[in-house]
């Protein structure tokens, strides 16, 4: 089945003025339910635009995304996916737990109910002993582990994932990335990930999603099938293969005289749609 | 342990300065109009404490500061409540924040104990609403800023979050808003506390029943009783301190889990 359905997709950040960025241009995808999708692009390329509206977060100009089937505005609206930002946005006067059980909350789940989830979720990222700690007391890695439990806390198929490890060094990044791995393994959770980090997309991913910038295009489609993935498969020759394979893709981008730097910084997560404005 | 561990230093030098305060003016022979020795203070404020007024004594600290007490927790109270309620309405209506932020952001920057002499024509200077009005004027921009940049100043990617779990805007406010103000609201009261007894003094130097501290203070000085007008400073002092620890207390309520600093 498929998970989500890009179709005809454009996104134009300040349309007619000087400052006009076509953040997407016409794209189309299909990503099937399950998958690991990695979206890999030089700056302004458009993938962190594309996982917001996937997530239904902005509005694209033209054209639209379908989740389970679904317009991603109702998809939003039935909680159909989790979040994962490069900031944790732990809530600070929430323990850990509150910060995990937070969407249970929302969505009305008793307290027992609540308090087996968030014990459960936080079991699976193995913080099991941090429920009543609050976040400032814990390391980046950790901060973030538990954002992730936070968006799996109520079972959602869909993981949208905004470069969450960004933030963190090397070791932290490579345990995290086998963590996760081993979430999608287990809970069969459809994950959209956009990284910088060509590793990372090959490690993680069953396709990477290259994208062009300016205007933003999928560039190309890169199939990997690594089989198990473990520590070992990263110094194998296959992965050595698939990140060449990706590299030459963004070589090929860059040759092609494209400027990096841009929306995303200045568009979109400093912006000011959902920022300044009390809701 | 570690309480107390970090109260020995400021005690140590408080006592050491008391100590140094007394030698120097003895030793230097510092004329007590000029320079009253803190042993002279502090019998000031044993003879003056609850003295009988009248009959050429002017000076009653207890019932001084009790009254200018209650003129600076009367207006820290408006004032908070009235900085913190329309910080609230601001943010949730975009008219009011375009419209009063902005003149609020420019009233902060006027002194606003300038404005005693005018409060007191229009509120009067017979009871204690002029001065009240002042503290109220005082207290209320710290607060009403504070307040108003903790409920805005949200994390842009808490509320991409809240959006994709679909929360309305109450509940965006209840769960993400508030919370996130309420460290800004404990510096605010921090601020404010110590505010309040200041404005209120001032505001009494500028008229008012007489059995205040702003009073006592000045018709002490002007009959040369440094030591009284002294032991009047102390008293407020105490009282800012009492205030500033109620503001730590609460501030402490209101954000569990989270560090406080002092300042």
């Known amino acids: 089945m498929t998970a989500v359905k890009i179709s005809d997709l454009s996104m134009t950040f300040g349309a007619g003025t000087p400052a006009q960025v076509n953040a997407l241009d016409h794209v189309n995808a299909d990503i099937a339910e399950g998958e690991f999708i990695s979206l890999i692009g030089p700056s302004g390329c458009g993938k962190s635009t594309m996982l917001r509206l996937i997530g239904d977060l902005l509005e694209p100009t033209s054209g639209g995304v379908e989740v389970f089937g679904k317009p991603s505005a109702q998809a939003r609206l039935d909680r159909d996916y989790g979040m994962v930002f490069q900031q944790a946005g732990l809530f600070d006067w929430r323990t850990v737990s509150a910060n995990v059980e937070l969407p249970l909350e929302l969505m009305g789940h008793s307290k027992a109910d609540r308090s087996t989830r968030s014990r459960q979720m936080l079991e699976l990222v193995e913080l099991g002993d941090f429920g009543k700690s609050y976040p400032w007391q814990l390391s980046g890695g950790m901060q973030q582990r538990v954002a992730i439990a936070r968006a799996l806390s109520f079972s959602p198929r869909l993981l949208l994932m905004d470069e969450p490890f960004g933030a963190l060094d090397e070791m932290t990044r490579e345990n995290m990335q086998t963590e996760v791995l081993r979430i999608h393994k287990e809970l069969g959770t459809t994950i959209i990930f956009v990284t910088h980090s060509i590793a990372e997309a090959v490690f993680l991913s069953n396709r990477v999603i290259v994208l062009s910038p300016r205007p933003g295009r999928i560039h190309s489609i890169i199939d990997v099938e690594l089989g198990r993935r473990d520590a070992a498969i990263r110094e194998s020759a296959e992965f050595f293969k698939k990140t060449t394979e990706v590299r030459e893709a963004l070589r090929g981008i860059e040759s092609g005289g494209i400027e990096s730097g841009g929306i995303e910084s200045g568009g979109i997560e400093s912006g000011g749609i959902e920022t300044g404005d009390p809701q | ?263």
Do not use: C
């Not at chain 2, 009988?52 to 007490?69: H, K, Y």
């Not at chain 2, 510096?187 to 501290?213: C, D, H, K, Q, W």
């Open chain 2, 1 to 263: 342990m570690t309480r107390l561990r970090a109260l020995w230093p400021p005690v140590v030098f408080g006592v050491g300065f008391l100590m140094l305060w007394e030698a120097a003016v003895r030793g230097f022979g510092i004329e007590e109009f000029l320079l009253p020795k803190p042993s002279s203070i502090l019998s000031a404020l044993r003879t003056e404490w609850a003295g009988e007024v009248g009959g050429g004594r002017i000076t009653n600290l207890r019932e001084a500061g009790w009254e200018t007490g209650k003129v600076a927790v009367l207006g820290l109270i408006l004032g908070v409540v009235l900085g913190a309620g329309l910080a609230l309405l601001t943010t949730r209506f975009r008219l009011l924040r375009d419209s009063f932020t902005p003149l609020a952001v420019v009233a902060n920057a006027t002194p606003i104990v300038a404005l005693a002499p005018i409060f007191n024509a229009w509120f009067g200077i017979t009871g204690m609403a002029s001065n009240v009005a002042v503290v109220i004027a005082v207290v209320f921009f710290p607060v009403f800023i504070n307040v108003a940049r903790g409920l805005t100043e949200v994390g842009p990617s808490q509320l991409e979050l809240m959006r994709s779990y679909a929360a309305s805007p109450a509940t965006v406010l209840r769960q993400v808003r508030i919370p996130n103000a309420m460290p800004f609201f404990a510096v605010s009261l921090r601020l404010a506390a110590p505010l309040s007894v200041i404005a209120a003094i001032v505001a009494e130097y500028f008229g008012g029943p007489t059995n205040r501290l702003g009073p006592v203070i000045t018709q002490n000085a002007s009959f040369s009783r440094y030591d009284n007008a002294w032991a009047a400073i102390v008293v407020a002092s105490v009282l800012g301190l009492v205030l500033f620890g109620i503001a730590l207390f609460i501030g402490r309520l209101v954000t569990p889990g989270q560090r406080t600093e002092l300042l």
